[in-house]
């Protein structure tokens, strides 16, 4: 089963956000026409294109030039049968390639059509370009990420456009429950800051009634003590102890005896108190342990902690692998690459066949056949520059 089996859906989106959502449609069984200029969305060339990779397989890939009337009339026609929408332009650049929402729902008003931007639809900064670390500037992310004392740095994952990717998704699926009731499409408007605002929330909601602003803590929490990383002999480790029963454990498992029964540490309270003076004789501990054995210790304790991996350690590790969260794929010119699956199972979905992403139009003339050109029709449009056959 695969819930959107059957449905097509159009992605005018670039580079990670847009096309996530749309891979996410894929992988519930959507058909989804990824939509191109001829010379292909910037993010297919560079450092940037491991997104792109990521984010437009089981794709269809089609290249059109929006500019010429022959090519709204293609996106048109595909817009006439198809569920959603996706796009990811400057709000009302869509509107001037004739693919804006109003002019889009006259032709077909079942369609579901999600913008993803910046800002949003409305407000005073929607005409703002926009990057992850603007929003995460911006909404709070970067005044209470890094090391006290130091300069402002950015959470390295797109976080920020990979959660309005999700958010975007959700908001699909509810307009498409609600069309199923209704018989309407309706416009889902999805923005960077909404969800790097909503992301703080609980940091914002917490000063609201206690005035309390979140400063720069690194791994640290201004809630627990001991949360944060600790180096032991050989790397570094993150160790989280939330509550008194894991403070005991931890000092037991570790034979931390004279920690464990000083009354000052006893409780939560207390450590957060003497916060600096016990991080500092914790510091001193964990560095005579290496990390596996004290990794091991914790863990038969059922202490939350764990090492700080790098990246080929993340590839190698047994859950990732058990969950089956990466997958192998070659690419033309390219070769084998590993990419990201879905973080989420369900019992009655069977996993869709990875494919690559496509081509640049590499699908055009499948997809225009489909519409009902016929080959000369097909020649004739690549000859005057409206489309590119992969």
Known sequence: MFALKGLKALDFSHAADGPTCGLMLAKAGADVIKIEPLQGEPYRRGGASAAFYNANRNKRGLALNLQKPEGREIAHGLASSADI????????????????????????PRIVYCSISGFG????????????PVTQ????????????????VRVAPGVIGMGTALIAAWGIALALITREKTGQGQHVDTAFFDTAVFFMSFLITGYSFTGFAMPKMGSANPVFVPYQCFEAA???VFI?????RFWQAFCRALGLAELGSDARYAGNEGRLLHREELVS??????????SSGLLAKLEAADVPCA??????EVIDDPQVQARGMLCDLDYPGIGRMKLGNLPFK???????????????????????????????KIDALEHNGVILKG
């Open 137 to 152: 500037a911006m909404s709070g992310f970067m005044a209470t990420t890094g090391e006290p004392g130091r300069p402002p």
């Open 234 to 236: 050989d790397r570094w």
């Open 121 to 132: 639809q409305d407000g005073p900064y929607s005409q703002r370009p926009v990057y992850d």
């Open 346 to 376: 369900a019992s009655g979905m069977d996993p869709v066949a990875e494919k690559r992403a496509p081509l640049l139009g590499e699908h055009t003339a499948e997809i225009l056949a489909e519409l009902g050109y016929d080959k000369a």
């Open 240 to 244: 989280g102890v939330t509550h008194d």
């Open 281 to 290: 004789k914790l510091a001193t501990a964990l560095k005579k342990f290496d």
């Open 85 to 108: 929408i996706i796009e990811s332009f400057t709000p009302g650049v869509a509107a001037k390639l004739g693919i804006g929402y109003a002019e889009i729902n006259k032709i077909n």
């Open 307 to 312: 090492p700080v991996k790098d990246i080929p």
